[in-house]
């Protein structure tokens, strides 16, 4: 009796590869395609900025500030792309959040008050974020739109 319980035991915990979760990730290709389509969206606007995509971890993916950019973008656009993978929401949202006075948000992780991130949603599922910083906040997130855009497109 006792070797048959320890055969089941052994053989219910023992598991394949093919029986792992299935987790969908920007591959290469997708990171591409997002940040073509936003470079493109910058030149169509004339600014020159910093684009950063980072995966639902907040690990970086891809980073490029453009010859005109300041250095301060660098990090900007680090943060509101963290901010939009952590959140799973614009990075919009966090200045909305501190001008309602709820300033203890300033404390959280990767929280980053200023507009210009988004996050990366496929199938109802946060896979990253990505950002633009160098213009107005507006014209940030445009950018950073239509990277998310042409992935969504393809």
Do not use: W
Not at 6 to 16: E, F
């Amino acid at each position: 009796m006792f070797k048959l319980l320890a055969v089941m035991l052994v053989s219910a915990m023992t598991m394949n590869a093919a029986d792992l979760p299935k987790k969908p990730y920007l591959n290469l290709a997708a990171i591409k395609t997002m940040v073509a389509a936003s470079e493109a969206k910058a030149k169509e606007l004339n600014v020159e900025v910093t684009i950063c995509v980072v995966d639902d971890s907040g690990n970086l993916l891809f980073l490029e500030k453009a010859d005109g950019a300041s250095l301060n973008t660098l990090q900007f656009a680090q943060k509101k792309a963290r901010h939009a993978a952590f959140y799973g929401a614009p990075s919009k949202d966090g200045a909305e959040t501190v001008k309602k006075g709820n300033v203890e948000a300033l404390a959280f992780p990767e929280f980053f008050p200023n507009q210009g991130g988004l996050p990366i949603r496929v199938d109802g599922r946060v896979l990253g974020g990505i950002a633009a910083s160098g213009a107005k906040s507006e014209i940030d997130e445009q950018i950073a739109q239509a990277g998310i855009d042409a992935l969504l497109k393809k």
